[in-house]
């Protein structure tokens, strides 16, 4: 859809998170259980090493644009981390109440 790399890991961040909230309902741990081992595929990690590299070997210019596509990149994540989590916890709540069942979050209510 374009090619974008901010459209790619917000859209990969945000489906995986909607997974995660709900096996963490589903099977009653907690999300970073499911979360955070998902999210590391999607951690550019080569990125962070080409950009120490090309600082460290005299490209500033070309280090800066990996830099800022990093940072980039770390905001979709974010950003699909947020909207995954409001989601889901709106959906949640809406389902409980038409079950007649108590939140999972009684305190919030």
Known sequence: ?????????????????????????????????????????????????????????????TGMQRGLNIIEVAGAITLGIVFGSFLMTGLLHVAYRKRGSQSPHPEKE
């Open 1 to 61: 859809l374009g090619g974008n790399d901010f459209f790619a890991n917000f859209i990969g961040t945000f489906i995986l998170t909607l997974f995660c909230r709900l096996m963490a309902v589903i099977r009653q741990n907690p999300v970073t259980v499911y979360l955070v081992p998902g999210i590391f595929p999607l951690v550019p990690g080569a990125g962070i090493f080409y950009t120490a590299y090309y600082f460290v070997m005299g490209f500033p210019d």
